[in-house]
């Protein structure tokens, strides 16, 4: 996803924006650029390539009263840069940066062409640049001519914008795509999250949908689309630090957040249990209760996360469906008449999942939001929120965020039961984490083979096949190998046609119910002449077994299991010299459908 910083009055103008940039790198990106307010017209500097490559490009001693940047990843438009953002209107007008998707822009960019506008890039956001320049000519005020633009534009825009002969403001638009306002005494900035402005100031304001303004060094002035004075904002604290930022020693983020999954469940513990009662908003539970039907939607982990959910939620005799997002958003299918809507979402920016709220919102039916961003625009939609307090996830490849979902699902399915025993099994779970943590050695002698191959197989029943499904996204997302996440039973239906001599096997046992029948898949696959790697629960291990992690109650043996799998993705990502942190292709969090 696109990162946006901004700025007006700020005295270390220049640091504040690369060092901004820098801390927005792990959403993910392929070019990046800046641009500097100045007399003639806006110093601009871009790169397709990292944010310490355009650092080099910018002069030190360069000073101006109001700066803007920007990190691309490309959704119209190759990454060159030419498609680099700032991007800069036909006359020079309007210099912005832009992170979303404006749906209707061919349209736009043939309407303007017609008008006798040129473009030089094959950008949606150069054409928001000339219908702003164009409305402004129109209209002969910039407010008026953000406000026409908007009502032409379709689709999702953070945008930030530096208007020529305007030393003082620094103009903004926001719909669907994030952009928080940080407020300081002397000095007012933007950014597409709180990482950028942490060290700057300590209010924050996050945009809705549809606001637009400007900040000059000593005011904010936000408005929405409809109303013409200004709109009533308050500021909010945050709890992040730069501290969270920090790696610690460790050598990627996704090592530390992999070994943060102990204080992820206690912190899920200390806020969602008072020692004696669980502390879930009554109306939530009866809503729950109340309704007939659970629709879970979520993508990647956290969908995995829900299959999770889902067992718990039906083991109370719930009715329980989970979408992925991208599917449900256009193939909406609602069965119950009462239905509650659950939606989960690390980010809670997730394009596949606003637009399904936008289905949602139709109906009227109660949404819950669980997510780790508080503010996030799928915090606000929702009726209900539940935070999964895991601590900003910096790794694209999400890891303590999935055992925060799960943990809270076990808990929410907990307080709905009434069931206490779950706080001391997940004290137990805690005490087993340590212990995989402890097994590093072994999980980097499993990825010194894992890391020569280029395809994989998870097997597991039950929990074991959603965890499967987990470990496989985990694997390929960081390692490149092809990999992927099957029910045990179903290998003879097909893809046993796959194995061959020394395909990888992994395979979970944590269940006694399962625990003979997916061995014999194992022999299956061994007698093909897979290499076969089993993970399995203490109780329940044999001699061979590879990986043999503590006991805990089968419902919550996913946890142990996921961060073993966590781990080989990790060191086989390692040994392949992949990017660990911030893989190719991939965003921390998907913005645009
Ligand atoms: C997980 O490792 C991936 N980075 C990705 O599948 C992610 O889980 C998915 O994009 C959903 O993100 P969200 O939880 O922020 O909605």
């Given at each position: 996803m696109c990162g946006i910083v901004g700025a007006v009055g700020c005295r270390q103008l220049r640091s504040y924006l690369i060092d901004g940039l820098k801390t927005l790198e792990y959403r993910g990106y392929d070019s990046s650029g800046l641009a500097f307010s100045h007399e003639e017209a806006p110093l601009i500097y871009r790169i397709p390539g990292r944010v310490h490559l355009l650092e080099e490009m910018v002069p030190l001693s360069l000073e101006a009263g109001i700066g803007i940047g920007h990190t691309r990843w490309a959704?119209?438009?190759?990454?060159?840069e030419t498609n680099a953002h700032p991007h800069i209107s036909h006359s020079g007008l309007f210099t912005l940066v832009h992170n979303g998707v404006i749906d209707n822009y061919r349209a736009l960019h043939q309407m303007l062409s017609d008008l006798g506008y040129q473009f030089n890039t094959e950008t949606d956001t150069e054409v928001i640049a000339n219908l702003i320049e164009h409305n402004y000519k129109q209209m002969g005020d910039v407010l008026k001519a953000l406000r026409q633009s908007m009502k032409m534009l379709e689709g999702s825009y953070a945008l930030v914008i530096i208007h020529q002969g305007d030393d003082e403001r620094l103009f903004f638009a926001k719909n669907h795509s994030p952009l928080l306002i940080g407020h300081g005494p002397d000095a007012n900035f933007l950014a597409s999250d709180y990482l950028p402005m942490l060290k700057h100031v300590k209010d924050f304001y996050a945009l809705t949908d549809h606001q637009f303004g400007y900040i000059s060094k000593d005011e904010v002035a936000v408005f929405d689309l409809p109303g013409n004075s200004k709109a009533k904002i308050s500021y909010h604290q945050t709890d992040l630090t730069s501290e969270d930022i920090n790696?610690?020693?460790?050598?990627?983020y996704m090592l530390k957040e992999i070994e943060e999954a102990d204080n992820v469940i206690r912190h899920l513990i200390d806020n969602y249990h008072d020692g004696r009662n669980y502390l879930f908003n009554p109306k939530l539970l009866d809503t729950i209760t109340a309704s007939d039907q659970l629709i879970f939607l979520a993508c990647g982990t956290s969908y995995h996360a829900c299959l999770i959910g889902k067992r718990y939620l039906e083991a109370l005799g719930k009715r329980v469906d989970v979408y992925i997002a991208s599917e449900w958003a256009y193939y909406p299918v609602i069965t119950g008449k009462n239905p509650l809507f659950i939606i989960v979402s690390q980010s809670g920016e997730t394009a596949d999942l606003i637009h399904c709220v936008k289905n949602i919102k139709q109906y009227k039916f109660p949404l819950l939001t669980i997510t780790n961003?508080?503010?996030?625009t799928l915090d606000r939609e929702a009726n209900f929120t539940l935070l999964l307090f895991a601590g900003i996830e910096i790794a694209v490849a999400s890891t303590k965020a999935y055992v925060a979902q799960v943990t809270l699902l076990a808990l929410l399915a907990a307080a709905l039961k009434g069931d206490s025993q779950l706080i001391p099994d997940l004290y137990h779970v805690i005490e087993a984490l340590k212990k995989v943590i402890d097994m590093k050695s072994k999980f980097e002698k499993i990825a010194d083979f894992l890391a020569t191959k280029e395809n994989a197989f998870y097997l597991g029943r039950g929990f074991d096949y959603d965890v499967s499904l987990e470990a496989s996204l985990k694997l390929k997302e960081i390692t490149y190998i092809h990999s992927e996440g099957l029910p045990g039973g179903e290998l003879k239906h097909g893809p046993i046609a796959l194995i061959d001599k020394d395909t990888p096997v992994i395979i979970f046992v944590s269940d006694s119910l399962t625990a003979l029948p997916i061995r014999s898949n194992l022999q299956e696959v061994l007698a093909r002449g897979a290499h076969v790697i089993v993970i399995s629960s203490q109780s329940l291990a044999k001699g061979k077994d590879a990986i043999v992690v503590p006991d805990v109650p089968v419902h919550l043996s996913v946890l142990p299991k996921v961060m073993v799998a966590q781990y080989l993705a990790y060191y086989t990502a390692l040994k392949r010299g992949a990017n660990i942190d911030k893989p190719r292709n991939l965003a921390k969090s998907v913005t645009v459908e």
């Open positions: 959704t119209h438009g190759a990454p060159t790696l610690e020693g460790y050598p990627h961003t508080k503010g996030s």
